[in-house]
């Protein structure tokens, strides 16, 4: 019960300017210058809530989205400018004279033999070679494999039921040859 008073007490039934609905935006001008809610209700304008007044030198128009607009709003007329045609402008064709370019001869031209000169190629030394790590062999049998140096070898040999191996160094000169499996002379072998 006290609800109902309450918003009775928020709303006013009246005809405001002559008009007898809202209008579609839910404001209407109460004055020139101020504006409120409002609603439709049997044909009646229920105003909700309290008047809100538009800023100085606005008036209130209830057409538009913002009630309050400027207050001298002045539209110009759209101006319309004649049409403007520009006289039609004829090309006249041209036609060129034909040319002639007379033919050109170029005169023999002799390029007289050229023989390079003679070439001179340094000797070269090959430059001492880093033998590739060897790993020691897995004996099974009685047999000779590269060592850790080119003038070293292992030899593989049997000791009671199991086999071995033991570095043999090649004389002075010499180094292993893998081919025949024993030392042989070199010249490319260079030890410390």
Same mark, same amino acid.
């Given at each position: 019960?006290?609800? +109902?008073?309450?918003?009775?007490? @928020?709303? *006013? $039934?009246?005809? %405001?300017?002559?008009?007898?609905?809202? /209008?579609? =935006?839910?404001? +209407?001008?109460?004055?020139?210058? #101020?504006?409120?809610?409002? +609603?439709?209700? &049997?044909?009646?304008? $229920?105003?909700?809530? !309290?008047?809100?007044?538009?800023?100085? &030198? *606005?008036?209130?128009?209830?057409?538009?989205?913002?009630?309050?607009? /400027?207050?001298?709003?002045?539209?110009? /007329?759209?101006?319309?400018?004649?049409?403007?045609?520009?006289?039609?402008?004829? %090309?006249?064709?041209?036609?060129?004279?034909?040319?002639? %370019?007379?033919?050109?001869? #170029?005169?023999?031209?002799?390029?007289?033999?050229?023989?390079?000169? /003679?070439?001179?190629?340094?000797?070269?030394?090959?430059?001492?070679?880093?033998?590739?790590?060897?790993?020691?062999?897995?004996?099974?049998?009685?047999?000779?494999?590269?060592?850790?140096?080119?003038?070293?070898?292992? @030899?593989?040999?049997?000791?009671?039921?199991?086999?071995?191996?033991?570095? $043999? =160094?090649?004389?002075?000169?010499?180094?292993? &040859?893998?081919? !025949?499996? *024993?030392?042989?002379? !070199? =010249?490319?072998? %260079?030890?410390?």
């Amino acid at each position: 019960m006290r609800l +109902i008073l309450l918003v009775a007490l @928020h709303l *006013q $039934l009246l005809v %405001v300017n002559g008009q007898l609905t809202c /209008p579609p =935006t839910g404001l +209407i001008c109460v004055t020139p210058t #101020a504006y409120q809610f409002c +609603i439709n209700i &049997d044909g009646k304008i $229920l105003l909700v809530g !309290s008047r809100t007044s538009c800023p100085p &030198d *606005q008036t209130c128009d209830s057409t538009t989205a913002f009630p309050c607009v /400027p207050s001298e709003t002045t539209t110009a /007329p759209p101006t319309t400018l004649p049409p403007t045609t520009a006289p039609p402008t004829t %090309v006249s064709p041209t036609t060129a004279p034909p040319t002639t %370019v007379p033919p050109t001869t #170029a005169p023999p031209t002799t390029v007289p033999p050229t023989t390079a000169p /003679p070439t001179t190629i340094p000797p070269t030394t090959a430059p001492p070679t880093t033998p590739v790590p060897v790993t020691a062999p897995t004996c099974n049998q009685t047999a000779n494999f590269p060592g850790p140096r080119c003038d070293q070898y292992y @030899h593989c040999l049997q000791v009671m039921w199991w086999w071995d191996y033991e570095v $043999l =160094t090649c004389p002075s000169g010499q180094a292993f &040859d893998q081919t !025949s499996g *024993q030392c042989a002379n !070199s =010249t490319t072998c %260079v030890t410390n």
